[in-house]
């Protein structure tokens, strides 16, 4: 069989001839309208055949409904909400990850530590400081001489509603009388001494459901010439105020130094620049107050009880701390 070269075919003569007779020519894949599709596969060609598309149109129709659909009836009653196929109480579904509080959220003592020894320390009416925030809900008035003066009133702290239920089961008037009597006693007693058979350092005196609170100049009148025993040689308090800033560092034969030093180079004690409500309106000290505060620090030093807590101490005292050569106190007030 001879080679015959393609070209020479009658195949490829064919092909140019329908070539060269415009059979190959391309046409444009338009619709009636004369608008373009894909001749592959159009939508709009398919939704023009089906007769939900304008011929004109340059976008199919959209595939998605968003037509207001009907409303759809809830298979559960009120309250309730359709999960798993079961209707669950609304309340209930999510509860432990959705809830805000938990049932056992009243029971979580959300205080910070020093708020809960505070909220004890008021309860305890052996402390000073408790017992003097209970009784000042008594206080009726000023005596004579300008002391403040208190009187038990079975009116007064009475809760209403449910509280006064219970407070009447806790004894009512007689408990909040007893309770007012024992922060009385411990405002008292926390002047107690062991260098004394009585307590003529108290801040205060009782009379019945009366007490009286000495102000800082009634005080000074009634401590002034009591003698304060211990480390002092029996000097009187007025004595011991009038060294306030005079004394001297001791020396020779015979002399004791504290037993915390003091002062080193300089006469007297410093004092102090802690002075709080011991300030008048012109911002000046008021030396009554500030003399009045001393003698009560001495009174501390004497006593047998902590002055925070108002508990006996573990140890008696040595005496009030306050030396007349050094002119001041020479350990903690």
Not at 57 to 78: G, K
Not at 130 to 153: C, L, T, V
């Amino acid at each position: 069989m001879a080679f015959s070269p393609f070209m020479q075919s009658s195949e490829a003569q064919n092909i140019i001839k329908n070539y060269l007779s415009g059979g190959y020519v391309a046409s444009p894949n338009v619709n009636k309208a004369g608008m373009w599709r894909n001749p592959i596969f159009d939508l709009r060609t398919e939704q023009e055949k089906a007769g939900t598309l304008d011929p004109k149109a340059l976008y199919p129709n959209p595939q998605i409904d968003f037509s207001v659909q009907e409303e759809v009836v809830d298979p559960c009653p009120p309250g309730y909400q359709l999960i798993d196929g079961v209707c669950q109480p609304i309340e209930d579904f999510g509860k432990s990850l959705y809830n805000e509080k938990d049932e056992n959220d009243d029971q979580i003592d959300r205080r910070s530590e020093s708020q809960k020894i505070l909220d004890e320390y008021k309860k305890d009416l052996d402390i000073p400081w408790s017992a003097e925030r209970y009784i000042n809900k008594y206080q009726i008035g000023e005596d004579e001489d300008g002391n403040p003066i208190y009187d038990f009133d079975a009116g007064k702290g009475r809760p209403f509603g449910l509280l006064g239920f219970f407070d009447m089961l806790a004894g009512g008037a007689k408990s909040r009388e007893e309770k007012y009597n024992q922060a009385v006693k411990t405002l008292i007693d926390q002047t107690q001494s062991d260098f004394y058979d009585n307590n003529p350092f108290a801040f205060g005196k009782q009379s019945g459901d009366i007490f009286t609170m000495y102000t800082p100049q009634n005080y000074l009148n009634q401590v002034g010439d009591v003698k304060v025993k211990g480390s002092n040689q029996d000097a009187t308090v007025n004595e011991l105020l009038a060294t306030v800033g005079q004394g001297t560092q001791g020396s020779g034969q015979g002399y004791q130094p504290p037993t915390q030093q003091v002062n080193t180079g300089r006469q007297g004690t410093e004092v102090s620049r802690n002075l709080g409500s011991l300030l008048q309106d012109d911002g000046k000290r008021d030396d009554t107050s500030y003399q009045a505060a001393i003698a009560k620090n001495i009174a501390r030093n004497l006593s047998n009880r902590d002055a925070t807590t108002g508990k006996k101490k573990s140890t008696a005292s040595t005496g009030s701390g306050f030396s007349t050569s050094l002119g001041g106190f020479y350990k903690g007030r």
